[in-house]
DNA sequence: CCCCGGTTCCAACAAAAGTTAAGGACGCCG
DNA sequence: CGGCGTCCTTAACTTTTGTTGGAACCGGGG
């Protein structure tokens, strides 16, 4: 994948929740990227590492994660093309979370460095680039919310409308399916429930028919009862900036 | 409380994680800010709301949360004086959740115009207020975890000591004792747990020697017990910019 | 001073989730 | 094509957590 191509999948994103004007895509477009490929479950940066660039997803699954104590490991989110998972890590350096591949990956890096200068020369990309990593924090707190007072079912399925919707914006939802490419461990791992319990709850919702997860497959049955499980609400993942 | 009081929390806390140029600190001595006065239990900003200012807590406790469709309420963060717990709502207008105070509380309210302005001439200060967001970004991570993996008795000892090392920074931890100004009610709106097995929690902990809780206030009896039992890692917290 | 409302506390029972164990499907590699 | 490893699947049993309902406590207001 030419890094024209990964720069672009950053540009369409961000120019859905802001609005960019045409030399502001310039700079990101002169944007010093280096780009690598990723094998599948493979970790990217390390929770306690220090990192020095930041990661941008052109292609490819990935999961933020912490892993406590006890070895219990819990995902913070699941991360798709176009989005800059650790992009905290300018301010926040050391990391405190894995970020590592679900599929084989292509992952541009970015410097520290080029990022901090363009912000310079352009505060408004600085502005675009903190408000992401305010979405960023938004959808964690749902995430909390989702972990901390839906039933099992209801978890699972948000977290799988949540991936759809922003599937959906980069075009990557067709017929009411979409990828989900998680082991039942790591959506064990998502919701905070063991992998035979993530077992049990997707035979649930398949056998009373809203939806099928095959092979990291989704297929929504019955969309009404799928909506109305996930108790979904799209306002925290895109809000125009104009609002 | 003079207005000036409630600007030097800010300060102070600012000055932790971040150097501080002498202007900066003028500049933001500077800041409009509008004080009043809010009795325990009451909200501040609303899921949905579009805020205009941004909330500095100058004395008291306030926590944010969401509510689910079922009623459920999630609380996702204990937020205690010299934060600006509505900091997002600079570039996330409408709020995607609730803030609210625990107990009486001294509020100033900064308008979003001033911030911006303020960043705009000192981007260095913008800085230093996004890297505040990031931090509380790593906070709700580590709530997920704590929600999403941890024993519910391991998760009140881990919300405790991150309670007590914000306390400590602001000089409100003596001998061991702290205040955490929370019902068991709400105790289990923080864990994801319910109230009746937030009381039960509480008893155990007590009658196991480790930690006391009476009346808003946490006394440790055996530290060590304590922070192996929470699990708990200050790397998120305070990460000096200079790392 | 006493009553009232909200906590705290507790017990008994029900439901949800974790644990352990084991068989089956499937893809990959030799 | 056969074997191996990973994932999926399921069952039986245990533990944790939720639910219901009620008693004791406590502080504030009449």
């Not at 080029?114 to 408004?124: G, I, Q, S």
């Not at 017929?175 to 035979?196: D, H, K, N, R, Y």
């Not at 319990?197 to 056998?207: G, M, P, S, Y």
Request: include cysteine.
């Amino acid at each position: 994948m030419p890094s024209d191509e990964i720069r672009a999948a950053l540009i369409r994103r961000l120019c859905i929740s802001s609005a960019i004007a045409d030399e502001d895509i310039k700079e990101i477009e002169a944007l010093p990227i280096s780009v690598r490929q990723y094998p599948a479950e493979t970790a990217v940066v390390r929770d306690g590492e220090r990192a020095t660039d930041c990661c941008l997803i052109a292609d490819g699954f990935c999961a933020r994660s912490k892993t406590i104590a006890s070895g219990k490991r819990q995902i913070l989110s699941l991360d798709i093309p176009g989005e800059i998972p650790d992009l905290m890590s300018l301010f926040l350096h050391v990391m405190d979370h894995d970020l590592s591949t679900l599929t084989p990956a292509t992952l541009g890096f970015i410097s520290h460095e080029a990022l901090l200068k363009l912000h310079r020369r352009r505060p408004v990309l600085a502005e675009m680039f903190w408000r992401d990593t305010l979405i960023d924090a938004a959808m964690f707190r749902e995430w909390i919310v989702n972990v901390g007072q839906r039933p099992a079912p209801a978890r699972l399925a948000h977290v799988m409308v949540e991936l759809r919707e922003r599937l959906r914006i980069i075009g990557r939802v067709d017929e009411g399916s979409f990828e989900m490419p998680l082991t039942q461990e790591q959506i064990g791992e998502a919701l905070g429930i063991t992998a035979v319990h993530a077992n049990r709850v997707i035979r649930q919702l398949r056998e009373e028919g809203i939806v099928e997860l095959h092979r990291g497959r989704v297929t929504v049955i019955d969309e009404r009862r799928f909506l109305e499980l996930a108790d979904f609400d799209d306002r925290y993942l895109y809000q125009s900036p104009t609002l």
